[in-house]
């Protein structure tokens, strides 16, 4: 069983940062991209921004040169630091990582809960 925790969601004003840690632990052979989705009242859930594990990360234009995605492979926790918030960027936010138990087997896809994130205007 592998699940993911997150942290560090709350209430901001516009223009405020936010930073949010996600740590996968559980029943780990290894990890492959990682990365945060929202979802806005109303709205299907979306990325955000993925680290694909070669070295790339990509990001949603509405986010691009604001929020940055970090990872640290010893701790099993990808982080997504949130800087000049929008009201905009309001939603509750996922983590996902793709996860492989055992060296023979296929990565499956594993969910945080979900953190809120609200920027009040």
């Known amino acids: 069983q592998v699940q993911l925790v997150e942290s560090g969601g709350g209430l901001v004003q516009a223009g405020g940062s936010l930073r949010l840690s996600c740590a996968v632990s559980?029943?780990?052979?290894?990890?492959?991209?990682m990365g945060w989705y929202r979802q806005a009242p109303g709205k299907q859930r979306d990325l955000v921004a993925i680290?694909?594990?070669?070295?790339?990360?990509n990001y949603v234009d509405s986010v691009k040169g604001r929020f940055t995605l970090s990872r640290d492979n010893a701790k099993n926790t990808v982080y997504l630091q949130m800087n000049s918030l929008k009201p905009e960027d309001t939603a509750v936010y996922f983590c996902n990582a793709e996860v492989k138990h055992l060296p023979w087997v296929r990565f499956d896809n594993y969910w945080g809960q979900g953190t809120q994130v609200t920027v009040s205007s």
């Open positions: 559980g029943s780990i052979f290894s990890i492959n991209a």
């Open positions: 680290d694909n594990n070669d070295g790339t990360t």
